[in-house]
């Protein structure tokens, strides 16, 4: 199934979230929406001038956002090229007036492709971003899926929406309706539900195979599990992530002396 996510980036972010989606460890393609003049044919100046853009971004939006964040996913493995093609295609439909910095990953099981889109169009007007802009998002990359691989996740989706807000409605209605199948699962069912999609263990045992004595982890113990390895790994990668932005803010003034070099010698000839 493929899968789309939109956040706003946090104030002071813009140049660390860009250094993060372009990381040469996992991005393959780095291009630009709106940006032509900053795409070349080489990677690595690719990702020098999309840092420069989103960090310049950052000193002149001082106190409003200056970025959002999207990430759409592929079921599998799609080649970059498509990858890139199709993320362009829903960048036009979409964000048509945005700028927008694109970077495809190849790094885990199913290729995803992450955007940073500037919060000013290119007419210098906010980005708006109404309440139900995910759910508009979603669907429109779900048709947009659905279309190039001949599947019907958005149908299926829309049905599904469909029947539980014809539920609700009832409901609010004070009529006796049934309700959708995943509504009518117990809080126990649901807990089991959970528990077998986080693939929850006890003692190295499958809840399946626990008994009466072996108690299975709690909800408490399992988050702040998660929580202290989410935060290992945050801080590993902010240090990695600070380490090649200060290599590529040296790498980018060394471009601009040589730049200035070259200016300086012309005038000179002349």
């Known amino acids: 199934m493929s899968i789309l996510k939109f956040k706003a980036g ?3 972010t813009s140049g660390k ?3 993060y989606i372009t990381r040469e460890s996992a991005c393959e393609s ?3 929406h709106n940006l032509e003049e900053l795409e070349t044919e080489n990677q690595y100046e690719n990702r020098v001038n999309a840092l420069s853009y989103a960090h310049n971004r950052e000193e002149e939006e001082i106190k409003g956002r200056t970025h959002y964040r999207v990430v759409l996913s592929w079921e599998g493995k799609e080649e970059t090229n498509r990858a890139k093609e199709m993320t362009h295609d829903f960048l036009q439909e ?4 945005s700028r927008a910095i694109v970077a495809v990953h190849q790094d885990t099981d199913q290729t995803h492709a992450h955007v940073w889109i500037d919060a000013r169009n290119i007419d210098d007007r906010k980005l708006h971003s109404p309440k139900n802009h995910l759910n508009e998002l979603s669907q429109s990359w779900q048709k947009q899926y659905d279309r190039e691989y001949n599947t019907n996740y958005e149908r299926e989706f829309s049905a599904k929406r469909e029947e539980t807000r014809q539920y609700k409605e009832a409901k609010h209605k004070g009529l006796e309706a049934e309700a ?3 509504a009518k699962m117990t809080s126990e069912k649901w807990r089991e539900k959970d528990e077998r999609d986080a693939g929850v263990k006890t003692n190295g045992i499958d809840k399946e195979g626990v ?5 299975f982890v709690t909800e408490r113990e399992q ?3 998660k929580s202290e390895r989410g935060i290992t790994e945050a801080t590993r990668q902010i240090n990695r992530t600070e380490s090649e932005a200060r290599g590529l803010h040296q790498d980018v003034e060394r471009l601009a002396g040589k730049s200035k070099e070259v200016k300086d010698r012309g005038e000179l000839d002349r």
């Open 94 to 97: 979409r964000f048509k007036d």
């Open 223 to 225: 988050i702040s599990e």
């Open 10 to 12: 946090a104030r002071g």
């Open 30 to 32: 780095i291009s630009f």
């Open 180 to 182: 959708p199948s995943r």
């Open 17 to 19: 979230n860009a250094s």
């Open 211 to 215: 008994g009466r004595n072996q108690r």
